[in-house]
């Protein structure tokens, strides 16, 4: 039996710490940037979270051998870097608004790796904590919400800012479940259960993501693995046709009639958003239109004049003394980041569906591979009329990502051991 030595002792020691504390910033996230935040009048809750979490991220490099530094992370910052001092060369907007934007586009990335990049490991007594958390929220705060909603819908606008909202708490609490729960039949009962309560939000993004959850539960997660034949095909063409169907009237709303001029007026800026899209990719190839320039918080919060020369400062919702639309919507803002960014965009996500399906092929962690698939399906749909991918939500939930991320990673490396032993 080999016996510990004291300088491994006490990097265990250091790395329990750090477990705990991030899983008490991910608690805090649940409670204070997730639920919370609208009733307390803070806005800044999330930002309070990153910063906690930068701070541990340094103390486990501090106390690391090494130093060892996540290759794609450090890509992910120059690349962050470089759009930054492109931003100001072509002026995009003012110094402030392109600092403002870059930290906001920066911020979910660095919840990601920073929370990969700390090795976190949680055991049973950490998880157990997750899943007694995550029910206690949904039992006391979700669902008598979502059931007063029916004879008050406008409590999420008091509670929650938004209807919206509450779908999302809903998903990343339900997920929070799952990850601590050990996947048997009953957790993924539950799971869906807790999940199915988000109907109160009435989005159909939310039903899309409900349906999807579904079939990733029943026909991935099962003893009898998921594998591509004519069977399968046609139920992943029947699951698709279901979403389709269920998010139907609102494609149709945000975009066909919009686009026609049949759709009410707080309906159109989606549309004009996606719409010019292509237009301002093209005139600002290769590296796009830079930071707090369109579809941003900041470029409405600093007004950009792309609104203007693009002749859509008149749209209701886009206007500078109405801006409460420019940032209703994700994917039209990669517009500043160009042919370029969308591609880097597009690798890092490649990235982690490859790794995710290289895994799960090889059935290395099931639970791990499907919370993933789950998460990155939220933010795929999410972002069709939604910032949550930039917003609080987006924040804790790429934070969770890391973590799982990181314990896929664990379980890789501990059956390539397993694989080289018998080989022995």
């Not at 009435?202 to 998921?226: D, L, P, Q, T």
């Not at 320039?293 to 409405?300: G, H, I």
């Not at 042919?339 to 690798?347: E, H, K, N, S, T």
């Not at 698939?373 to 972002?383: C, H, P, W």
Request: charged share 15%.
């Amino acid at each position: 039996m080999r016996v510990i030595s004291e300088i491994e002792l006490k990097g265990l020691m250091i790395q329990s710490k750090i477990n705990d504390y991030l899983l008490a910033i991910l608690v805090f996230a649940l409670f204070f940037v997730i639920l919370l935040y609208k009733m307390i009048g803070f806005s800044f809750t999330d930002e309070i979270c990153a910063t906690a979490l930068f701070v541990l991220f340094f103390y486990a490099m501090i106390y690391s051998k090494d130093w060892k530094f996540n290759k794609i992370f450090l890509i992910t910052l120059l690349v962050f870097l470089f759009y930054a001092v492109y931003s100001v060369i072509i002026g995009s907007n003012s110094p402030k608004a392109i600092f403002s934007d870059t930290v906001i586009q920066l911020k979910p990335y660095l919840a990601f790796f920073c929370a990969y990049q700390l090795k976190p490991c949680f055991g049973e007594p950490h998880k157990k904590l997750l899943r007694q958390v995550s029910l206690l929220i949904w039992i006391v705060f979700l669902l008598p919400l979502g059931l007063a909603s029916v004879a008050y819908p406008r409590i999420f606008e008091l509670t929650m800012e938004h209807n919206a909202y509450y779908g999302i708490a809903v998903t990343i609490v339900s997920i929070c479940y799952l990850y601590g729960s050990e996947f048997k039949m009953r957790d993924k009962i539950i799971f869906l259960l807790l999940l199915s309560i988000g109907i109160f939000s009435s989005k159909s993004k939310f039903y899309g993501f409900f349906a999807m959850s579904v079939f990733m539960i029943f026909f991935f997660s099962g003893e009898n693995r998921f594998r591509l034949n004519f069977r399968n095909v046609m139920i992943i063409l029947c699951m698709i046709a279901v979403m389709a169907v269920v998010a139907w009237d609102k494609i149709s709303l945000y975009f066909f009639q919009a686009i026609m001029g049949d759709a009410d007026k707080d309906m159109i800026a989606r549309a004009v958003l996606y719409y010019k899209m292509p237009e301002i990719l093209q005139d600002y190839f290769p590296f796009g239109s830079g930071f707090a320039s369109y579809a941003t918080y900041s470029s409405a919060e600093y007004y950009s004049d792309l609104y203007s020369d693009y002749g859509i400062n008149n749209v209701y919702g886009l206007s500078k003394s109405f801006p409460k639309f420019i940032s209703d919507t994700y994917y039209p803002c990669l517009a500043q980041f160009g042919y370029v960014g969308i591609a880097l965009f597009l690798m890092f996500w490649a990235h982690i569906i490859r790794k995710v399906v290289r895994a799960y092929k090889a059935g290395t962690d099931t639970q791990a591979c499907i919370i993933v698939m789950l998460i990155v399906g939220f933010f795929a749909i999410e972002g069709t009329t939604g910032s949550t991918f930039i917003a609080q939500g987006g924040f804790v939930a790429m934070m969770i990502m890391g973590i799982i991320f990181y314990e896929l990673k664990l379980s890789e490396m501990k059956s390539d051991e397993t694989d080289a032993a018998q080989n022995n």
